[in-house]
């Protein structure tokens, strides 16, 4: 279920997803909620574009720590690529 980022408290909340398109970011809505998962998304600007490089606005999509392992599968499984933790 869609939540504010403060029903996660102080909690460090993991980036699972970058929704680039509004129909990608409904979809994806859709998918955690119907799955239970609580989850928050806001928009942020991030960079796009092989040739001509500019700043575009997506969705970014927070989960829980610790819930990942629940929902990267969930993602994969409806043909999205969850984001890669950093190393």
Do not use: C, H, N, W
Not at 71 to 82: K, M, Q, R, W, Y
């Amino acid at each position: 279920m869609r939540k504010e980022p403060a029903f996660f408290g102080d909690a460090a909340l993991d980036l699972i997803y970058i929704a680039k398109k509004l129909k990608d970011a409904l979809l994806v809505e859709q998918l955690l909620t119907d799955s239970g998962i609580d989850y928050a998304v806001e928009t942020e600007t991030y960079s796009g574009g092989v040739m001509f490089r500019s700043e575009r606005v997506g969705a970014f999509f927070y989960i829980a720590p610790g819930v990942r392992d629940a929902v990267s599968p969930i993602l994969i499984a409806a043909g999205f690529e969850p984001y890669d933790l950093p190393q």
